[in-house]
């Protein structure tokens, strides 16, 4: 309970908190993923019963079985690509939108790609009424990539792979990063892959627990 006649806080303040106790705090330094995070408004990226606990440290259900992730997982993924502001970005797994926003902020344009076709329409008006352009959402399997758009300096997979779809090393930019979840359906590991004159490399950041990535070069589907 708050304390009587305290005004409850904005979101804005909220967002603010946010950064500075669970993205900060943790460490996380890059100047341009914190103010990203400080500007999109995640409240409106979870259904409104929700709301209240949009900028709270963990995941939260968005609908279709799926969820946005924690705040601090989306942020230590964004800055592991280490947008600067020209890199074309290709994202997996759409979901409510949100890490799309963010990416929207840092990069010169984004690709996201998501299986269920009702989370993309409501995720189209959603980035369309916050004024978001440089975004292309795309209904399918995000696995395959998108071979038309490539190739990609950066690469953001939000779910849960069994190793690094083949199709995304190959659409992978010269010099490009490429962050993602590989592991079983219960726990995974978050591994940064770059590739460097052709050479690939892997580098475990931390555990993490992800919905799964179903169809070719994930899981098996329903
Ligand atoms: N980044 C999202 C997290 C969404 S959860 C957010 O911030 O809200 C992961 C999403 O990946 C789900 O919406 C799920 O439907 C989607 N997904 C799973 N397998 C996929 C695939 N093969 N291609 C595209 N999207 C996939």
Redesign the pocket.
């Known amino acids: 309970m708050l304390p009587r006649g305290e005004p409850p806080m904005s979101f804005e303040e909220q967002r603010d908190r946010m950064v500075e106790e669970q993205l900060k705090a943790r460490g996380l330094r890059d100047v341009r993923v914190l103010a990203a995070f400080r500007k999109v408004p995640r409240h409106l990226?979870v259904p409104s019963e929700f709301h209240h606990e949009a900028y709270a440290d963990h995941?939260l259900p968005?609908g279709?079985?799926?969820?946005?992730?924690q705040p601090y997982m989306?942020a230590l993924m964004t800055s592991r690509l280490r947008l600067q502001g020209h890199e074309r970005v290709l994202?997996?797994?759409?979901?409510?939108?949100?890490?799309?926003a963010?990416l929207a902020e840092l990069a010169l344009d984004v690709i996201s790609?998501?299986?269920?076709p009702e989370?993309l329409a409501t995720v189209k008006q959603r980035l369309a009424d916050l004024g978001y352009l440089n975004v292309q959402l795309l209904a399918?399997?995000?696995?395959?990539g998108s071979p038309n758009h490539a190739p990609f300096d950066a690469i953001?997979?939000?779910?849960a792979a069994p190793d690094v779809p083949e199709p995304l090393l190959e659409q992978l930019a010269e010099g490009g990063r490429m962050v993602l979840p590989i592991g079983s359906h219960e726990a995974q590991t978050l591994v940064e892959v770059t590739k460097r004159q052709g050479a690939i490399t892997r580098t475990p950041i931390t555990g993490c627990v992800?919905?799964?990535?179903?169809?070719?070069?994930?899981?098996p589907?329903p």
């Open positions: 990226f995941p968005i279709a079985g799926q969820t946005i992730s989306v994202e997996i797994g759409t979901g409510s939108g949100y890490q799309t963010i790609i998501e299986r269920i989370l399918g399997n995000g696995s395959l953001i997979v939000t779910a992800f919905v799964p990535l179903l169809g070719d070069y994930g899981w589907g």
